[in-house]
Structure formats: C-alpha cells, structure tokens
Nanobody, 118 residues
Framework: QVQLVESGGGLVQPGGSLRLSCAAS????????MGWYRQAPGKRRELVAS???????NYADSVKGRFTISRDNAKGTVFLQMNSLKSEDTAVYSC????????????WGQGTQVTVSS
C-alpha cells in the first residue's frame, strides 16, 4: 500500500519559516519525481516545487528565492523549507509522487495546513 504522509504544517507569523516533510512508503522512492502542491480556499491547486530523482528542482515564480525543495532518497522523504512566509502562502500543502516512466503511477498525500497570519 502506497502512503505519502506529510507533516510540519501549522500557524506561523508573516516572515517566519516552516519545514514540511513528506515520508513515502510502498514505492521505489528513487524513481519518482516528487512535488509539493498547494490549494488555497477558492483557488485552483498549483505546483509549488518539484524535484527529480537526481535532485533537479523547479519552483513556481511566487516562491523562488524563499522556498527550497530537497529529498533524501535513502529515507524516502521529501522536504520543503519555506522561509519569508507571506499571508498569500496560506494553503493546504500536498505531497505528490510521479513515476518517471509511468504517467499513470501517481500518488498524493492527504495534505497539511499552512496558515500565515499575525
């Protein structure tokens, strides 16, 4: 059974930092591109950042320079370090796993709430 379990969300003041983690099980982690998506109330889900199995990262323009995605293939975990948080970063953040060769092999975590507010 495949599981992606996120942790690290919470309430933080503007300008603060959070580190999200996503632990994967039931998949061969190293052959999946991993991503973080977010969805704010009333808005469409958007890609925040992704990282290939080789460590190549891609970011949404809105988070470049503030967020950093990383992965530990040995531990099957992907991280999202979020700095200089803004109120507009408030959303449910979900972890995603995309198989490198099989587009239909795609998995999602349950999501973790991030709220940026004073």
């Amino acid at each position: 059974q495949v599981q992606l379990v996120e942790s690290g969300g919470g309430l933080v003041q503007p300008g603060g930092s959070l580190r999200l983690s996503c632990a994967a099980s039931g998949i061969t982690f190293s052959i999946y591109t991993m991503g973080w998506y977010r969805q704010a109330p009333g808005k469409r889900r958007e890609l925040v950042a992704s990282i290939t199995r080789d460590g190549n990262a891609n970011y949404a323009d809105s988070v470049k320079g503030r967020f950093t995605i990383s992965r530990d293939n040995a531990k099957g975990t992907v991280f999202l370090q979020m700095n200089s948080l803004k109120s507009e970063d408030t959303a449910v953040y979900s972890c995603n796993a995309d198989h490198v060769y099989l587009p239909t092999s795609r998995y999602w975590g349950q999501g973790t709430q991030v709220t940026v507010s004073s």
